[in-house]
């Protein structure tokens, strides 16, 4: 294992450095994380003319948004007629809507912006593992072209030619979709944010947040950020910030190792087209490639956690089963993130109090939806109306024994990682 385990610090080209909070602010937009939602917000209000000011507790990218797989895909996890019933058709159609344009929205920023993070939109796909698998793939295919998506339900013998791998009985082609260096993304949207003139700060853990009068103040250290508006963007990675607001999610870890980069007679036959992948099994796996030509196994797993060598064991033997050229090449890096998993499985927008909202639970679609919640929440405080949102504000979400919940998956995860792929 290298010195840097997480691939995507080690190889971003993009570059962000910040300061600590060193003084009292007053701005009229908060907020506090900075990740793909807290960027992508200081972005669009600082583009609106608004003074801005976020506090990220460690580095721009430290949560899950730089130890993300990199893959930017439209809509949610669920299916659309999932989304629908449980949201009601109205509501449904218009999150189903807006994050239908998630990827392009992405792309467009890094065109924007000139994100140095290896953009490819090559499409995704999502992998049948079993005939049930693709049964269920078929089932949203039809219900993703009913909504005028360009979806592909390929059959096994076109998913080996994209993938390499016979592994395989089919898979649902998205070509909005891609793939990213995810940290240097969100690098990428800290420095664009910068640029027009928000300011930001590193190693600004808050302490508390409080609201009087008209407007909030944030506590970093010894000083004191007050603002009008406030945006909560920590996700996963929230840490206690007093009475005022502590979200409600499952934490679920995902461990992803990788190779280095691959020689070429190697290399050209695993996905050629450079799509990203993951499956559909219930303890999912994700297989990926990036632009130097390594080779990125992941899956539902703390690889930072008790059962970490059962974990990298397993990415061994499935990246063999995947291809067996590879059965002996090294992974020379391993990492672990946190997703916040909300029990329907669909993002929460939380008004906190006034002017203020918290944006988390996207269930492991990070990219598209945290640029796309980011943007509009920003839009939404500094208008002073909530009718852009992707979703309706609630004043409160709770979940049922979530640490209950998270043993559950990683026990999961364990037993099905120590069995399979042997």
Same mark, same amino acid.
């Given at each position: 294992?290298?010195?840097?385990?997480?691939?995507?610090?080690?190889?971003?080209?993009?570059?962000?450095?910040?300061?600590?909070?060193?003084?009292?602010?007053?701005?009229?937009?908060?907020?506090?994380?900075?990740?793909?939602?807290?960027?992508?917000?200081?972005?669009?209000?600082?583009?609106?003319?608004?003074?801005?000011?976020?506090?990220?507790?460690?580095?721009?990218?430290?949560?899950?948004?730089?130890?993300?797989?990199?893959?930017?895909?439209?809509?949610?996890?669920?299916?659309?007629?999932?989304?629908?019933?449980?949201?009601?058709?109205?509501?449904?159609?218009?999150?189903?809507?807006?994050?239908?344009?998630?990827?392009?929205?992405?792309? $467009?920023?890094?065109?924007?912006?000139?994100?140095?993070?290896?953009?490819?939109? /090559?499409?995704?796909? +999502?992998?049948?593992?079993?005939?049930?698998?693709?049964?269920?793939?078929?089932?949203?295919?039809?219900?993703?072209?009913?909504?005028?998506?360009?979806?592909?339900?390929?059959?096994?013998?076109?998913? $080996?030619?994209?993938?390499?791998?016979?592994?395989?009985?089919?898979?649902?082609?998205?070509?909005?979709?891609?793939?990213? #260096?995810?940290?240097?993304?969100?690098?990428?949207?800290?420095?664009?944010?910068?640029?027009?003139?928000?300011?930001?700060?590193?190693?600004?853990?808050?302490?508390?947040?409080? +609201? !009087?009068?008209?407007?909030?103040?944030? !506590?970093?250290?010894?000083?004191?950020?007050?603002?009008?508006?406030?945006?909560?963007?920590?996700?996963?990675? +929230?840490?206690?910030?007093?009475?005022?607001?502590?979200? $409600?999610?499952?934490?679920?870890?995902?461990?992803?190792?990788?190779?280095?980069?691959?020689?070429?007679?190697?290399?050209?036959?695993?996905?050629?087209?450079?799509?990203?992948?993951?499956? !559909? %099994?219930?303890?999912?796996?994700?297989?990926?490639?990036?632009?130097?030509?390594?080779?990125?196994?992941?899956?539902?797993? /703390?690889?930072?956690?008790?059962?970490?060598?059962?974990?990298?064991?397993?990415?061994?033997?499935?990246? %063999?089963?995947?291809?067996?050229?590879?059965? /002996?090449?090294?992974?020379?890096?391993?990492?672990?993130?946190?997703?916040?998993?909300?029990?329907?499985?669909?993002?929460?927008?939380?008004?906190?109090?006034?002017?203020?909202? %918290?944006?988390?639970?996207?269930?492991?679609?990070?990219?598209?939806?945290?640029?796309?919640?980011?943007?509009?929440?920003?839009?939404?405080?500094?208008?002073?109306?909530?009718?852009?949102?992707?979703?309706?504000?609630? #004043? #409160?979400?709770?979940?049922? $024994?979530?640490?209950?919940?998270?043993?559950?998956?990683?026990?999961?995860?364990?037993?099905?990682?120590?069995?399979?792929?042997?």
């Amino acid at each position: 294992m290298t010195s840097e385990p997480n691939l995507w610090r080690a190889t971003a080209r993009e570059t962000f450095t910040a300061p600590p909070l060193n003084a009292d602010r007053t701005v009229d937009l908060a907020i506090i994380g900075g990740g793909f939602t807290g960027c992508a917000a200081a972005l669009e209000a600082a583009r609106q003319g608004a003074s801005v000011c976020l506090l990220e507790a460690e580095t721009i990218g430290h949560g899950g948004s730089g130890r993300n797989v990199g893959l930017v895909n439209a809509g949610l996890w669920l299916p659309p007629d999932t989304v629908r019933a449980q949201m009601g058709e109205d509501p449904g159609n218009h999150l189903l809507a807006a994050l239908s344009e998630a990827p392009s929205r992405v792309f $467009a920023l890094i065109d924007r912006e000139a994100i140095d993070c290896d953009a490819t939109r /090559n499409g995704t796909l +999502h992998l049948a593992h079993s005939p049930k698998g693709l049964a269920d793939l078929a089932e949203r295919h039809r219900q993703g072209r009913a909504m005028g998506a360009p979806l592909q339900l390929l059959d096994a013998e076109e998913t $080996a030619r994209r993938t390499g791998s016979t592994a395989f009985h089919g898979a649902l082609l998205d070509p909005r979709a891609g793939t990213i #260096q995810p940290l240097a993304y969100v690098r990428g949207l800290a420095r664009a944010a910068s640029k027009a003139g928000a300011t930001l700060h590193e190693r600004s853990p808050v302490q508390s947040i409080d +609201h !009087t009068s008209d407007h909030w103040t944030v !506590t970093s250290g010894r000083h004191r950020l007050k603002a009008r508006r406030l945006l909560v963007a920590t996700n996963a990675y +929230h840490l206690t910030l007093g009475p005022a607001f502590q979200p $409600a999610f499952v934490p679920v870890h995902y461990c992803q190792y990788a190779t280095d980069p691959l020689p070429p007679p190697v290399l050209d036959t695993i996905l050629p087209g450079g799509e990203g992948c993951w499956d !559909t %099994a219930l303890v999912m796996s994700s297989v990926r490639r990036d632009r130097a030509g390594r080779i990125i196994i992941g899956g539902i797993g /703390n690889g930072q956690g008790p059962g970490a060598k059962v974990h990298k064991a397993w990415a061994h033997r499935k990246l %063999a089963a995947l291809y067996p050229a590879l059965k /002996n090449v090294p992974l020379t890096h391993g990492w672990t993130g946190r997703i916040a998993m909300t029990g329907d499985h669909i993002p929460k927008i939380v008004a906190i109090g006034p002017d203020a909202y %918290a944006v988390f639970g996207y269930s492991g679609r990070g990219i598209g939806p945290g640029t796309v919640f980011g943007t509009e929440t920003a839009r939404a405080l500094l208008s002073g109306t909530a009718e852009t949102l992707p979703l309706e504000p609630i #004043q #409160q979400h709770r979940e049922t $024994a979530p640490a209950v919940q998270a043993a559950y998956y990683e026990t999961g995860a364990c037993v099905t990682h120590a069995l399979a792929a042997r």
